[in-house]
């Protein structure tokens, strides 16, 4: 399994990105999917989860603002982003859920201005 993420990059508080999560394999299909952030000097959370059933859900710091989606032929994962804050800053991963753990890539950083 080999996940890349991207998309991340600079925005201003109240401002908008979409990160991408391209997927090896069949896993989008067949297991539950993350979204993940590390802030530095914290632990690792899952922001989005996204059941093989397609139901979706979301850490009560994001909901609202977040969104989850997959497309199966392409084999990516995407996250909206809107209403970002500077909280929001962090490296953000993508991964099953539970998470694989020698599969986490390289990240995506996203830095929220005020």
């Known amino acids: 399994v080999q996940l890349e993420e991207s998309g991340g990059g600079l925005v201003q508080s109240g401002g908008s990105l979409r990160l991408s999560c391209a997927a090896s394999g069949n896993l989008l299909s067949i297991s539950d999917m993350g979204w993940y952030r590390q802030a530095p000097g914290k632990q690792r959370e899952q922001v989005a989860r996204?059941?093989?059933?397609?139901?979706?859900s979301y850490a009560n710091s994001v909901k609202g603002r977040f969104t989850i989606s997959i497309d199966f032929a392409k084999k990516m994962m995407y996250l909206q982003m809107n209403s970002l804050n500077v909280d929001d800053t962090a490296a953000y991963y993508c991964n099953a859920d539970p998470p694989i753990s020698w599969a986490w890539g390289q990240g995506t950083q996203v830095t929220v201005s005020s």
């Open positions: 996204m059941a093989v059933g397609g139901s979706t």
